[in-house]
């Protein structure tokens, strides 16, 4: 097995025990530093579930977006980063388009692939870095002041932002 076979295989371990609750923090660091070091993309993992529905944010190879049952595989990791908001497994970044339909696209800088995280509630905003419920609103372009919405169907666009459970995101630190 190559060292970046065995240091990906630790990297798998490691989100699939941190997801679950089981990871050693030491275990889940040392994976994640020795992936990081051997080009995949770092910095801090998130899974979004939609509150209403219960499913978590994913994304294919092919640029879709949409919600699957929550399943702990890389595809629905995300990381917020200089780039955007982009999916751990694609490197893709979503991208909303003039109709409100959203896309996994190259991370290009553009203004409607950064978000800006409002956390629900009377609490303060926080760093997504922590965990909690927020709505995901572009900061700047086409879709600025929509919400990032979701139905049962799995379907994920953007949509007049009005507070309701299907533009609430349960956004978790996973490493």
């Known amino acids: 097995m190559t060292m970046r076979a065995r240091t990906i295989g630790l990297a798998v371990i490691a989100t699939m025990a941190a997801v679950l609750g089981l990871a050693a923090p030491a275990l889940t660091t ?11 993309p770092n910095g801090d993992l998130h899974t979004f579930r939609n509150t209403a529905t219960g499913r978590c944010l994913d994304s294919g190879n092919d640029g879709s977006v949409y919600t699957l049952g929550c399943n702990a595989g890389w595809y629905q990791l995300w990381r917020d980063n200089v780039g955007g908001l982009s999916n751990f497994q694609t490197r893709k970044c979503l991208d909303p388009d003039v109709g409100g339909t959203v896309f996994a696209l190259v991370c290009n800088r553009w203004d409607g692939q950064y978000y800006e995280y409002v956390r629900i509630g009377n609490l303060p905003d926080l760093n997504p870095e922590y965990s909690g419920i927020f709505t995901l609103k572009p900061l700047q372009g086409l879709k600025k002041g929509m919400c990032l919405d979701s139905n049962g169907n799995g379907n994920v666009y953007m949509a007049t932002c009005n507070n309701g459970m299907y533009q609430q995101w349960a956004v978790t630190f996973v490493a």
């Open 30 to 40: 040392a994976a994640f530093a020795a992936a990081a070091s051997t080009g995949a």
